[in-house]
């Protein structure tokens, strides 16, 4: 009897360090636990653009920029500024800050900072003070001293403090971009299973990391120190920032298959469904002369060169290049107002603009960042230099288009086109007649199709003026969900309001009209 037992406390002792061996996977290399740093990076930036892509369908909504031509209620209870009940709709983001980064992200910094891999954890800073920011320009109260922890509920920080802390990873990331690691990444970061936001250019990163501050700067212009205070910072970090459009931040795609689509493209098929697929009536009517003029839809070709490049014409036109745009909170028209994938030929739609499967997708860009310098240097009063930034962003555009026009059906926009319209009456003609409808016109142009958080950022701050954006749709009674324009989306429903919800009582998230109190940055709280 002693003998079987010793025999089965030894057999006990093998399983059990079989099990050690097998279980201690840091230390086997068939089982790697803490994945490096190099293989990690690829996926982190792809989710930078697919979880900003999904969400964006939502803002679009809020914007006016892109809707839907359904009768279906959950397509139009975004354009009301409302929500959908018990749904994950509009939580990506959510999702890709705390889950598709999350410890991914953690462990790819880890494991840069640990083996002095400083590009690494250089863009692991980046990409986590972005994250945040989009998130909190988003959500408004998120967790972030809680994060990534092992347990079943999560206090939320507000948004001050997060804006705050998006301030130190700014400054970790422009740490390490200062460091010099003993061995050669260069290799990896320049190849598609490397960097695919710039390919291991430390400067752009750097430039990306001061667009970061500019942008969160901008978002303060309701703060009462804003003139004397916070308009030089945003104008000291766009000049750090991006230089022109060859440095402007978007993530690469093949497009040879769904998988290597755009997230924005026909193959990937977010904007496949009609809930979200239709150009709205503001982007036609400021490329229509809608900028300084009165627009009568549907719309023929203005002035604008864009136009045609960025915009589908009406379906069901073939004698006249006539466009239509969507309008909120109705049934719009399938049969004529087009979808933004362009033409169906052959069983597939085509692409238009942004939205094809070969091309990059934006996070930021040059001409956007100038449309910021102008805007916080016509408030400090400095019209020359406002104008000036003002038509910088213009001519930048245009190229900007020139990039994603489709070269077999498309010619770029000419010199003579560009002049033409910075002579024409969409343009105001001196510095001194230069109005803040005119730059958060021409940035809704910009921004549209690739920039809805920043241009849902701009709405809010000035509080849906259609002085300030005269082709906003305005909405008022039934028109609104709550009787309110939303300043807020809803933390995500499942993580939160299944397992979560003491915390968002605390926050008052539990009261549908939630979503309509204006967020920090809008208010004039320091």
Known sequence: MKAKIVTALLLLTLIMTGCKKFMDINDN??????????????????????????DQTIMNKFNQSIMGASADDASKVWERHGFRLQSDVGGVMWRMVYFNHGRNLANMIRDAVENEKYEYAAIGYAVKAWGYQMLTDYHGPVIMKEALRDQLSFEYDDQKDVYAQ??????????????????????????EKGDNLFRGDMEKWRKFVYGIRALQYIHLVNKPDFK??????????????????????????????AETSSVVGPLYGVYTSTYYSRAGQPIVSYLSGGLRGTV???????SDPRLLRMINRNLDNTADTVFSGALPNVTNSATIIPSVLGKIVGGVYEGKFIFRDKVDFPLMTYAQLQLVKSEALFIKGSLPEAYEAYLNAIRSHMTFVNKYINTNAETAISEAQIKSYLTSSEIPQTSAD???????????????????????????KYNYDTNIFKQYQSLSGSGLQYQAYCYRVRPRYNS?????????????????????KPTWFVTKDN
């Open 296 to 302: 009568t839809a549907p719309s023929r070709v203005a």
């Open 496 to 516: 939160e309001y299944a397992w979560n919800a003491k915390e968002l009582d605390k926050w008052g998230a539990l009261d549908p009209y939630y979503v309509t």
């Open 434 to 460: 230069l109005m803040l409808s005119d730059i958060m016109g021409q940035k809704y142009i910009v921004q549209w199709g690739w920039g809805g958080l920043e241009q849902w950022c701009d709405l809010r």
């Open 29 to 54: 290399p068939s089982y790697p636990q803490n994945a490096k740093a190099e293989i990690l990076l690829a996926p982190i930036i792809f989710h930078m653009a697919n979880g900003y892509a999904q």
């Open 166 to 191: 998006v301030r130190v990873w700014c400054d970790s990331a422009l740490y390490y971009m200062d460091q010099k690691s003993p061995l050669d990444y260069s290799a990896n970061l320049s190849s």
């Open 228 to 257: 004397s205070k916070y308009a030089d910072s945003v104008l000291y970090y766009v000049n750090q920032s991006l230089a022109s459009n060859d440095d402007d931040a978007a993530v690469k795609f093949l497009g040879d298959k």
